[in-house]
């Protein structure tokens, strides 16, 4: 039986390291990718986890271009409305990922037509995780603001000098 849903590929970080990227998983085979991230953690205390995208050169694209809106749910709290224009990476991935694997970072991104050189990356996010006690979400959606040709994504940690102590992610296409 012909499904439109295919697994593309699966990753795992690498324990101790900074960086996941998922390159070469945009193609024009699909028209839209879904990435579902699980049991993403790190080392010690708590870093900021951040989405970059990566273009046909093999470029994390880092410049002032990404532009997202989101809403934030938290259990403890009223839901707040985020907006970013001409930032570096994709927020509010800019979250803190946590140590504890009862509290790991899941999220479900969507790409609409990357790999398309003349037409912008759109995405779409969910996210979910417990911080410090308290039951977190977010959905995001935004784009990236050039037209070029996206083959991949980086995910990053580090800011506050922690690694990756474990965390999946896998790739499928959608026609």
Do not use: C
Request: hydrophobic share 35%.
């Amino acid at each position: 039986m012909a499904t439109n849903f295919r697994l593309i590929e699966k990753f795992s970080v690498t324990r101790g390291s900074t960086t996941l990227q998922l390159t070469d998983i945009f193609s024009d085979a699909f028209d839209i990718y879904r990435i579902v991230l699980s049991d993403f953690r790190v080392d010690t205390a708590t870093d900021y986890f951040y989405t970059r995208l990566i273009n046909s050169s093999g470029t994390v694209i880092s410049t002032s271009t990404y532009d997202t809106t989101s809403s934030l749910f938290l259990a403890n709290a009223n839901f707040q409305q985020l907006r970013a224009v001409d930032y570096t990476r994709i927020v509010p991935s800019t979250t803190l990922i946590d140590d504890d694997s009862f509290t790991s970072y899941n999220a479900i991104f969507n790409f609409y037509q990357p790999f398309d050189s003349s037409a912008y990356t759109f995405f779409t996010s969910e996210v979910t995780q417990w911080m410090n006690g308290v039951g977190r979400g977010a959905r995001t959606s935004g784009v990236e603001q050039t037209q070029q040709s996206i083959t991949g994504i980086e995910l990053a940690v580090g800011t506050l000098s922690h690694v990756y102590e474990e965390g999946n992610a896998t790739v499928y296409g959608i026609k």
